[in-house]
């Protein structure tokens, strides 16, 4: 079945700096990588997502890349807020498989 | 906000006891899961289900088990058969098309003592 990695398993960075959470999965039929933030003490939220047919998506200050050779995605925060400070969850899913995959989380700090 | 509800929050029982922690959606999703959160461990998937009376295991089934009678509800009961079963439990849904979001509960927080 798919295996999904995480990388780092926390991150501290100051408030205004990028922040980048790689995440790499096992199997190449994977197509769909979305990120959840979860704040402390709340459910998991979905915060972007992208498909295996494009390989950068962006919305606002977030912004996902996509290497399918590689088998590897990559979250990038710029401009850090206090606010961004939470666990985020990459994930990989197939087309047609309901089930999706979770890596270990990144606890994201952002010091001010 | 409301959506999809788990309750308890907290729920504890005493080792050796079945516990049946409950997930409901109003969003007419066809799609629920069940996962499992422990420290440094991420998500992981307990048992889903794509459509009403049926499921699939996850990738840590082993002393859970599920029912899907109505496509609202979809009740996970930890059995005393689980060897670890102290933990924090999601429940989500999303719709049954190509992947899109899943929504989460709040969370269930069983303690076994």
């Known amino acids: 079945g798919e295996n999904v990695e995480q990388h780092p398993s926390t991150l501290s960075v100051q408030e205004g700096d990028s922040a980048v959470i790689k995440c790499t999965y096992s199997?190449?039929?994977?197509?769909?990588f979305p990120w959840y933030k979860q704040e402390l003490g709340k459910r998991p939220q979905l915060i972007i997502d992208?498909?295996?047919?494009?390989g950068e998506k962006k919305d606002q200050r977030i912004a996902v890349t996509l290497n399918k050779t590689a088998k590897h995605f990559s979250l990038h925060i710029t401009e850090t807020q206090p606010e961004d400070s939470a666990v985020y969850f990459c994930a990989a899913s197939i087309v047609g498989n309901e089930k999706l995959t979770f890596g270990t989380g990144t606890r994201l700090t952002i010091i001010p | 906000d409301g959506g999809i509800t788990q309750s308890p929050k907290y729920l504890f029982r005493k080792e050796g006891q079945n516990v049946t922690l409950s997930c409901e959606q109003n969003?007419?999703?066809?799609?629920m899961y069940w996962y499992r959160q422990d420290p440094g461990q991420g998500l992981r998937l307990i048992y889903y289900?794509?459509?009403?009376?049926?499921?699939q295991k996850g990738d840590i089934a082993e002393g859970y088990s599920v029912s899907r009678e109505k496509k609202e509800s979809f009740p996970l009961t930890v059995t005393s058969a689980q060897k670890n079963p102290t933990a924090f439990y999601l429940c989500?849904?999303?719709?049954?098309?190509?992947?899109?979001?899943?929504?989460f509960g709040q969370g269930t927080r069983l303690t076994v003592v």
């Open positions: 199997d190449s039929a994977s197509n769909y």
């Open positions: 992208i498909r295996s047919n494009v």
């Open positions: 969003l007419n999703h066809d799609a």
């Open positions: 989500a849904s999303s719709p049954q098309v190509l992947h899109t979001e899943a929504f």
């Open positions: 289900s794509q459509i009403v009376n049926d499921f």
